[in-house]
């Protein structure tokens, strides 16, 4: 008797666990909230390349009261931390890492709160265009990544070529010579895997060649993306790249032009730092940041691909989100998050100051890139972002693997496209 | 009296049975059902206000679209190999380990240690090894001159899923082999001590006594390396990517519904991928319930 009553209670407590913990969350919730009001708390969810300095944070909290709690997670997982939580009408964070490849979605889904910017900041800030729809603004840029184009003034020098290539013919030619001299065997690099930054790189590749990637209804340009395509084909079954790269990374693509291996490259802004790095780069004073090259001189348009913070809507404290967004785009911030984290200012007037002030060395172009910043998207980034790139990154890839030719390529990724736009 | 010590022990009986039933009511059943009215929704979160009822509209626009069949192909080609693979190593792991040495429980260990592995790491331990540039495997080819460039292990569809079969058997071969030793230390001795006395040979005591009596436990290791195959994810994530050359029914089902946003049609492929483990599912249990006669 003693122990069938000794296991009805041991049950009954257990449900009741059970029950209390199910129900709990609630409370806490409600506690949580009562403490952030008072202490006003706020989480921000970046990815590590985007955290600002203790010191930064502690003088921020000391002039807001605002205590910042960092909420570090890797790029890939922050998009799908943010949509699992939002379907349930919660906040992944107060403050959010926004991607510009994310915003369209983000958008439609209504995931995001509008934030006041004077015209003043607005002008200043080119890449702010990306996270703006409607005339209202998603997200503010904080890193500021645009395509640019570098090259290795040694290996070309070894090739007999003396000047920085202005077009893609003169490219072309320059790693036909650097190839035969044997100099490198793959003097060209360039993302191809069937992952985001092959989509991207075909958007530069035809945004630089022809000016535009996609007609003004959101379906792909045939011919610019078709002659993109092919030019890419051509370095490939030339030999002109690593066959590695067809599945590399697109980092690993990037880092070949540190490493000495290839010649010539379009890519991120932030190897116009790593290039003057001795731990991370072997040619040190060899590479040098130019213009994109376009079809008859340089082109006179990059695409930018900045990345952003953005306060969610279901965040509890947004005003003391939109303070921290404020404070963290700031000019004082980015010259700061410059040191802390080699972050490229999104703001024209700090990135010519730390060019002139020598903060950022060896610039070569880079200012002048920036200004020439347009996006390729007529109508902004679409909803369907991802799903269209997927489709874009796969044909890519099947085209550089050899299953496919360039138009054949072109026929699959368009036939999607073009699905997702009628819907 | 009787009666009533009956009734009381039915209310123990549900009782003991109440915080077992709830939490599976909560973790399990409730997700079941919540994902099967997703799959009948037209849910896209990039599209809160078209949200409705559309039945089995998203079923459909699954099961006839070419990229689902891709998946489903790749996912089939992936179960015949992690099954072949896992079960003839899985028995010969057993069977070497069920040797009596000084070295039995050392190579025991060294024999479980890939099961204990988490998947990515796996993954990320052969994505090096089979890397195209730099990998141990193609450093390994070249040196015994069995190749003079190296392999594009990742770029050939069947290749690559080869590469993805092997890395999955590998973690699962020690469950099969642990299973296996198991049964095989179950055989009574005196079975093989009256072989010996009838002048059997080895093959014949293989044949007619291990064979048969370790069939059920090999049966076990069967289900459950089917199941891991369906399941794979973590190690094409970390070989290959999202791209659809290796892509499986789970990765078809993770980019639809956490990639696109397609909540309802990522619900119904969840499903689909539910309802073929749920066969593999309904096989490991029937190998369980498999009485063994000696």
């Keep these: 008797m003693k122990k069938r009553l000794l296991s009805i209670l041991l049950c009954a407590a257990l449900t009741g666990i059970l029950v209390a913990g199910c129900g709990a969350k609630k409370n806490d919730d409600t506690n949580k909230e009562d403490k952030t009001t008072e202490t006003k708390e706020i989480t921000v969810m970046v990815p590590d390349w985007a955290v600002p300095s203790d010191d930064m944070l502690a003088d921020f909290t000391e002039d807001t009261g605002i205590e910042v709690v960092m909420n570090v997670v890797g790029w890939d997982d922050i998009r799908d931390k943010v949509a699992i939580a939002a379907s349930g009408g919660a ?17 439609s889904a209504g995931w995001l709160e509008e934030i006041e910017m004077s015209d003043e900041d607005k002008a200043d800030m080119p890449t702010l265009e990306t996270f703006t729809i409607d005339g209202k603004v998603l997200a503010v840029p904080y890193a500021n990544d645009y395509r640019i ?3 290795n003034k040694e290996h070309f020098k070894a090739a007999g070529i003396e000047k920085a290539p202005e077009t893609w013919d003169e490219v072309y030619d320059a790693l036909k010579k650097i190839k035969e001299a044997g100099i490198v065997e793959y003097p060209y690099t360039m993302p191809m895997n069937a992952d985001e930054s092959a989509t991207t790189s075909m958007m530069w590749m035809a945004f630089s060649r022809s000016g535009q990637v996609f007609n003004e209804d959101g379906t792909l340009n045939e011919e610019a993306v078709v002659d993109a395509l092919e030019f890419e084909k051509k370095l490939v079954d030339e030999g002109y790249t690593d066959p590695a790269i067809k599945t590399a990374s697109g980092m690993d693509c990037y880092r070949k032009i540190t490493a000495g291996e290839a010649s010539f490259m379009v890519g991120p802004t932030k190897f116009v730092g790593l290039s003057n790095n001795k731990e991370e780069c072997s040619v040190v004073g060899q590479i040098e940041a130019i213009l994109l090259p376009g079809k008859e001189g340089t082109s006179d348009k990059t695409m930018p691909l900045p990345e952003a913070v953005g306060v969610t809507k279901f965040s509890k404290n947004k005003e003391a989100a939109k303070e921290f967004v404020k404070w963290y785009t700031s000019a004082d911030t980015q010259k700061d998050l410059f040191k802390a984290n080699s972050s490229i200012p999104t703001r024209n007037e700090v990135l010519a100051e730390l060019i002139e002030d020598g903060t950022i060395e060896n610039a070569g172009a880079m200012l002048d890139e920036a200004k020439l910043i347009k996006s390729p998207f007529p109508q902004g980034i679409p909803a369907y972002y991802s799903e269209m790139s997927n489709a874009i990154y796969n044909n890519i890839n099947k085209m550089v693997l050899g299953e496919v030719s360039a138009q054949e390529a072109f026929d699959a990724m368009n036939k999607k496209v073009t699905e997702l736009t009628s819907e | 009296m009787v009666h009533m010590k009956k009734r009381s022990e039915g209310a123990l009986g549900i009782a003991l049975l109440l915080p077992i039933i709830t939490i599976m009511v909560i973790l399990v059943y409730y997700p079941i059902i919540k994902t099967f009215s997703y799959s009948m929704q037209k849910m896209k979160l990039t599209a809160p206000q078209d949200t409705g009822f559309v039945g089995w509209a998203n079923y459909r626009s699954v099961l006839t679209s070419d990229s689902f069949w891709y998946s489903f192909q790749n996912t089939m080609f992936l179960l015949a190999v992690v099954v072949v693979l896992t079960t003839v190593f899985g028995v010969c792991v057993a069977l070497m380990l069920n040797v009596d040495t000084k070295l039995s429980g050392v190579l025991m260990a060294a024999a479980v240690l890939p099961w204990a592995l988490p998947p990515v790491v796996n993954g990320i331990i052969w994505r090096f090894i089979f890397h195209p540039g730099y990998g141990f495997m193609n450093k390994l080819l070249i040196v015994f001159g069995v190749t003079d460039k190296p392999i594009e292990w990742m770029s050939s569809r069947f290749l690559l899923l080869f590469v993805v079969a092997l890395v999955v058997a590998w973690r699962s071969i020690p469950f099969s082999a642990i299973v296996c030793l198991s049964g095989l230390r179950a055989i009574p001795q005196e079975l093989y001590e ?38 794979i994810f973590d190690e094409i994530v970390a070989l290959s990517g999202y791209s659809d050359l290796g892509k499986n029914l789970l990765i078809e089902s993770y980019l639809t519904t956490f990639s696109f946003l397609d909540f309802g049609k990522g619900s119904a492929l969840t499903y689909i991928i539910m309802l073929i483990s749920a066969v593999l599912g309904f096989f490991y249990l029937r190998s369980l319930g498999k009485e063994v006669e000696y």
């Design chain 2, 194 to 231: 009256a072989a010996k006395i009838d002048g059997a040979g080895r093959w014949t005591v293989f044949r007619y006594i291990t064979a048969p009596l370790v069939r059920p436990f090999v049966g076990i290791g069967i289900t459950a390396a089917s199941i891991s195959a369906v399941n």
């Design chain 1, 149 to 151: 184009a570098y090259y």
């Design chain 1, 91 to 107: 906040a992944a964070a107060d403050v959010i890492e926004v991607d510009w490849s994310w915003v369209g979605e983000m958008n």
